[in-house]
């Protein structure tokens, strides 16, 4: 199925587990869709992450108004939302379905200091030429290493 027109499930698929990922939404519009009833106007919607265009539908569109708190498409375009899979029912059967989450997107994870490292950072905070609420603005730091970099400050 992965060589379909349009992103589907299975692009999300990874060792046979369907890994939810966040998407930037790069464009919406309406299409022509051509399936099995038929020639179609559909809304597609196109993300930056991949090539194919997911083809949308009311249940995706109302979540995006809900994650959004707006009606108009155009306050998506560019930000970010995270996309998964759903078991829906079909006439294939239970499926997975692309479904957009109304949850709030992970919070990214700052990198530990590594221990290596630290010293070069007190020694920039003792300098002047950084700040501690700098070096904690891009590394997860220890009480340890907070205390000290915090030391080197005073």
């Known amino acids: 199925m992965s060589d379909n027109k349009y992103l589907g499930a299975w692009d999300l698929e990874v060792n046979g587990k369907y890994d939810p990922r966040v998407v930037t939404i790069e464009k919406i519009y309406q299409g022509e869709f051509v399936g099995e009833m038929g020639k179609e106007q559909k809304v597609f919607i196109k993300l930056k ?28 375009v560019g930000k970010q939302i995270v996309l998964g899979t759903e ?20 919070k990214n994870e700052l990198p530990s200091l590594p ?40």
């Not at 078991?87 to 992970?106: C, N, W, Y």
């Not at 030429?129 to 070096?135: A, D, E, G, L, Y």
């Open 49 to 76: 992450e991949f090539t194919k265009s997911m083809v949308s539908n009311r249940t995706n569109f109302k979540r995006l108004e809900t994650f959004f708190n707006s009606f108009n498409p155009d306050d998506y």
């Open 87 to 106: 078991k829906v029912k079909s006439p294939q059967g239970m499926v997975e379905a692309l479904r957009f989450s109304t949850r709030p997107l992970p």
């Open 115 to 154: 221990d290596e490292k630290l010293q070069v950072a007190i020694d920039s905070v003792r300098s002047k030429q950084t700040t501690v609420v700098k070096i904690a603005g891009q590394y997860k730091l220890s009480v340890d290493q907070l205390k000290q970099l915090k030391d080197a400050e005073a």
